[in-house]
């Protein structure tokens, strides 16, 4: 079992920065895979970012490279996803999911978190 916990949302105005946590606990192992996705109302839940466990690999949504970083604390079990230059469009409740291949597609994760919301103000 993996547990995840979000936190750092907010309400932002565009151009702004937040930096989302992921506390993750339990039985990790080197070849988890850590992703963002985020989901707005209406909407399905779409891949952001992902970052190998163990470390060196990263990977993004076109849509957010340049603007969004993922990355592993290293003395901590905390995935971060920084958001720079943040657009109305990027509104949406974010979660952080873990398992055990990186995969775009929500349904290879088997363990979530509860979400926090993100909402980017014009």
């Known amino acids: 079992q993996v547990q995840l916990v979000e936190s750092g949302g907010g309400l932002v105005q565009a151009g702004s920065s937040l930096r989302l946590s992921c506390a993750v606990s339990?039985?990790?192992?080197?070849?988890?895979?850590v992703a963002w996705f985020h989901q707005a109302p209406g909407k399905e839940r779409d891949f952001v970012a992902a970052i190998l466990w163990s470390g060196g690999m990263l990977y993004y949504r076109d849509s957010v490279k340049g603007r969004f970083t993922v990355s592993r604390g290293n003395a901590e079990n905390t995935v971060y996803l920084q958001m720079n230059s943040l657009k109305p469009e990027d509104t949406a409740a974010y979660y952080c999911?873990?398992?055990?291949?990186?995969?775009?597609?929500?349904?290879?994760?088997?363990?979530w978190g509860q979400g926090t919301q993100v909402t980017v103000s014009s």
């Open positions: 999911a873990a398992g055990g291949r990186l995969s775009n597609t929500a349904g290879s994760y088997e363990y």
């Open positions: 339990g039985r990790t192992f080197s070849n988890l895979v």
